[in-house]
């Protein structure tokens, strides 16, 4: 006979929008996968790091104009005053930091306006890219795909944050702008479906730009939110194909340093760098000033996820930095060759500050991540640019904990939206078989897992002794969701995880 367990829906009433309620104040202290964070400051000192150069980030960057309730993200580059890019972190950040902003809400619902206010002419749920002086789109208008992605992965951070029942539905909106970037086609929206890859944005629509794409694009932590949103499979082909082209650059244009070039060509038959001026200038087929983003994004997907592959991919980046800085954040530069041979002679935090979350990974040297974020942190906001400024903010949200990722229960159409903490941890949570049972030192004796399918029958269970590190081997089952619930010798239960099978 099979055992069954119910599970109950439970529905919660969310507060007036007016009154801004959070569902996940800063600071959060995600449960993030195995990693370090810098030693040398206490926990309350790294979120206080967050709240100060947030509030001077917001000083500088985020302002009221172009309509009385819109806001938009001040890029202060000549008569160019925002872009896509910069509207999506600027989307990612403001719920993030709910909680510890009030205002957090009416920043982001001004935001949202004003990407509304300037479509894409191409896809209508897609923004287009960049304004000017004015507040006239300039440039296209069409999208880029960085931007839409991070657009869209914003309204769900805000429909876990505040709930959907307010003036702007959050999560209608990001499903309308997720459909969009995946499109109804390879010829429209951010993905060539033909292959899985991340177009430029939505203005290919054929010839060779189609084979092409851009590896600070790969933001795999999203795509996973993406495909729990709209049910839609396509996007676990998508994370794989970014994995896919991340070893054959690491393992074939960069043995040794393990660095990803900033554009990828011929994804249709035997991908390999960009030639230089491909899109934007001479470095183009090298380590510059869009994959320096690759070790925070990619990074971030091993973090919430436990992708191995993640791990993998970041600390061979990680380990070559170490060793060609001779251990120095000094002596990290603003843009590689892929060989390692640095192509600059002048450093940039926006490259520092995300190696520094790659760092993170590497839990054999405390020394080498507390160095890289000294260094960060020595920069002032009101010496740099938006482009190093919001880099730097985004990875102190990572690094200090509080980067978090909507539970795909949030997503998928169930309204139970609290974390649940539990004395344990699985990971990861999308697995092809076999995943972690990783248990705290609070726990003594055996503990027992119980994996129930989405009907409420228990399809596996398994014992384990003494331990706080057990392998959990699931792949001989079907693809889906499923609940493992665990429970302690005396019968005590500990909490219930969700899993993906692929």
């Given at each position: 006979m099979t055992k069954k367990i119910f599970l109950l829906t439970i529905t919660v009433l969310f507060i007036s929008p007016f009154s801004f309620s959070q569902n996940y104040p800063?600071?959060?202290?995600?449960?993030?996968?195995t990693h370090i964070k810098p030693s040398q400051y206490t926990q309350e000192q790294l979120d206080d790091h967050v709240r100060s150069f947030y509030d001077g980030w917001k000083s500088n960057h985020l302002i009221n104009g172009c309509e009385d309730d819109q806001y938009y993200i001040y890029i202060d580059d000549g008569n160019t005053i925002t872009v896509s890019e910069a509207m999506g972190y600027g989307m990612l950040i403001i719920p993030l930091m709910a909680g510890y902003d009030a205002n957090a809400k009416?920043?982001?619902?001004?935001?949202?306006?004003?990407?509304?206010?300037?479509?894409?002419?191409?896809?209508p749920h897609l923004m287009a890219w960049k304004q000017i002086t004015g507040c006239v789109n300039a440039g296209g208008p069409d999208s880029a795909s960085d931007g839409d992605i991070d657009i869209a992965f914003g309204l769900l951070l805000a429909h876990a944050?505040?709930?959907?029942?307010?003036?702007?539905?959050?999560?209608?909106?990001?499903?309308?702008?997720?459909?969009?970037?995946?499109?109804?086609?390879?010829?429209?929206?951010?993905?060539n479906q033909d292959l899985n890859t991340i177009k430029l944005g939505d203005w290919v629509s054929g010839g060779s730009y189609m084979n092409g794409t851009r590896t600070s694009d790969f933001i795999m932590d999203h795509f996973r939110a993406f495909k729990c949103a709209v049910q839609d499979t396509s996007w676990s082909f998508v994370v794989d194909k970014c994995y896919d082209l991340i070893a054959d650059m690491q393992t074939n244009y960069s043995p040794e340093a393990g660095l990803l070039p900033d554009f990828i060509d011929d994804v249709n038959t035997t991908a390999r760098p960009a030639d230089p001026n491909y899109l934007e200038g001479e470095l183009d087929g090298n380590y510059s000033y869009n994959a320096c983003r690759d070790p925070w994004r990619i990074a971030t997907d091993y973090l919430i996820s436990g992708d191995e592959r993640a791990k993998e991919a970041v600390l061979k980046i990680d380990n070559w930095l170490l060793e060609s800085s001779g251990g120095s954040a000094n002596h990290v530069y603003a843009g590689y060759y892929l060989d390692g041979t640095k192509a600059v002679g002048w450093s940039d935090i926006a490259f520092t500050a995300p190696f520094t979350v790659g760092a993170m990974l590497d839990t054999a040297n405390q020394d080498w991540l507390n160095s890289l974020y000294s260094k960060i942190l020595s920069s002032n906001v009101n010496s740099g640019g938006y482009y190093d400024n919001t880099l730097k903010l985004l990875s102190l949200i990572t690094i200090s904990g509080n980067y978090w990722v909507p539970?795909?229960?949030?997503?998928?159409?169930?309204?139970?939206?609290?974390?649940?903490n539990t004395p344990f941890k699985i990971y990861p949570t999308y697995t092809s078989g076999r995943v972690t049972l990783e248990s705290n030192s609070r726990i003594s004796g055996k503990i027992t897992a119980g994996v129930f399918n989405s009907s409420g029958y228990q399809v596996l269970t398994a014992t384990f002794p003494d331990s706080h590190n057990e392998i959990l081997d699931l792949s001989k089952l079907q693809g889906g969701i499923y609940l493992i619930r665990v429970t302690s010798e005396d019968g005590n239960y500990l909490g219930t995880r969700k899993i993906i099978k692929e």
């Open positions: 800063f600071p959060q202290h995600t449960d993030y996968n009416i920043y982001f619902d001004g935001l949202y306006r004003y990407y509304k206010a300037h479509p894409s002419y191409i896809t944050q505040w709930g959907s029942q307010g003036d702007i539905n959050y999560f209608q909106e990001a499903v309308a702008i997720i459909n969009d970037i995946m499109g109804e086609n390879s010829a429209k929206g951010d993905v539970d795909c229960e949030i997503l998928n159409g169930t309204t139970e939206n609290k974390k649940q």
